[in-house]
């Protein structure tokens, strides 16, 4: 007895939902004009009628039920964008209504146009027009917010953030990714330990020239982030310093550098590459066996005992590594902080930087001039052409 009157029940119910679907307006969906997506016409076609179905709103004539009359007339199948077409269309199918519309993949945005005619009147029923990301796998979702909204559904919030058209700041067209190169000259004085190095005699494996040396050498430059009012670059420096005074004395610098305004304040700082050359030794501050300061390397202390005898070594003296020109070779490195202008003139950009390169005891403290051309530029953010799916 309940399962005959579940029976009758679920009979009744289907019944009723099936007058209540034979009640709505019915609607059919017109391939849409797609432009600059991957995806197909007929594709966006079938999520404009599974999202219109969920409405609950219409009911839906699908593909099948149009195939007789698409078949019959191309324009139907490829071209029946406009009202008069639509209303044709819907004329000839018997539907309240037909829907159609656009996805316009435009740059960094896609353009979602949705609009629903009604056949018998030959008005345009509902339209709407609505921008998002572009993201080309979201179309359905996309289909599902525009069609909600027309219908006075609500959207779920965050899904509708997440595929909205970020509005951002416009960057100026001479602001990107910057290539440019140029020659550098300058000046620096040599301080602490380094000043002891350039004074101090050859004899004792001293540079023996004046604590100033010049610097000549080539920038290369990169700007791999770029807005209005900040940029930040890639700095190389191949530099020879010295020459004026017949040494050679090369180096290599790799920065970091921030540039601040339109009037191009700058900050950099990066590690310092160059080769020294070194001996174990001591400086004799008491003049105990010689000049003043005199440097004696571990080899200099032998041969001055071979030459004075009975001489030893003051206890406040120990052997330490210390700069020689006669001394082994080794890598050295120390840290460039940097600070000026770019000053611009069209396409010429001439840097004045004052710098101070630290290391263990001393450093350089100098200024650098240059100028450099822009070579290149390019857009920071390069459109990623989309990927097919379908």
């Known amino acids: 007895m309940k399962k005959t009157i579940l029976f009758i029940t679920a009979c009744f119910i289907g019944m ?29 076609a079938k999520m404009m009628r599974l999202e219109t179905i969920k409405l ?14 698409l078949k019959a007339k191309e324009e139907y199948r490829t071209q029946c964008y406009g009202q008069n077409c639509l209303i044709k269309l819907g004329t000839e199918l018997n539907v309240d209504y037909v829907m159609c519309g656009s996805i316009d993949g435009l740059g960094n945005k896609i353009a979602v146009t949705v609009k629903i005619v009604d056949v018998k009147n030959q008005t345009l029923f509902k339209s709407a ?5 572009n993201q080309e796998t979201e179309v359905q979702r996309m289909i599902e ?5 027309m219908h006075g559904f609500t959207v779920d919030k965050v899904t509708a953030d997440r595929l909205a058209f970020k509005n951002e700041v416009i960057t100026s067209n001479n602001i990107g990714k910057i290539n440019n190169s140029g020659p550098r000259i300058g000046g620096a004085a040599l301080v602490g330990s380094l000043h002891e190095f350039a004074t101090r005699p050859t004899s004792q494996g001293g540079l023996d020239i004046a604590p100033f040396v010049s610097m000549i050498g080539y920038q290369f430059e990169g700007q791999y982030v770029g807005t209005e009012n900040f ?16 040494r050679f004395l090369p180096s290599f610098t790799l920065m970091n550098g921030f540039r601040f305004g339109k009037s191009g304040w700058e900050f950099a700082f990066g590690p310092r590459l160059s080769v020294k050359h070194t001996s174990q030794g001591f400086f ?9 300061d005199q440097y004696f390397s571990q080899s200099d202390w032998a041969q001055y005992q071979l030459n004075h005898s009975n001489v030893s070594l003051d206890q406040a003296y120990q052997f330490e590594d210390n700069l ?19 000053f611009r003139a069209g396409s ?33 953010n390069k459109p990623t052409p989309p990927k097919g799916y379908y």
């Open 348 to 380: 010429l950009n001439v840097p004045v930087n004052l710098f101070y390169t630290s290391q263990k005891g001393g450093g350089f403290a100098g200024i650098n001039v240059g100028f450099n051309v822009q070579k290149s530029k390019q857009p920071i």
């Open 16 to 44: 009723m939902s099936q007058a209540q679907t034979d009640k709505l307006p019915t609607i059919a969906v017109a391939n849409p004009n797609v432009n600059g997506l991957t995806i197909k016409p007929e594709s966006v």
């Open 324 to 342: 020689d020109m006669r001394g082994t070779t080794k890598l050295s490195t120390s840290f460039v902080i940097a600070f000026g202008r770019t």
């Open 231 to 246: 940029s930040a670059l890639v700095e190389g420096i191949v530099n020879v310093s010295g020459l004026e005074q017949g």
């Open 129 to 133: 027009v609505k921008e998002f990301d």
């Open 145 to 149: 917010i525009i069609l909600a909204e």
């Open 284 to 292: 004799d501050t008491k003049n105990l066996y010689g000049q003043n």
């Open 56 to 69: 609950q709103k219409y009911k839906v004539y699908d593909e099948y039920d149009m195939a007789d009359v």
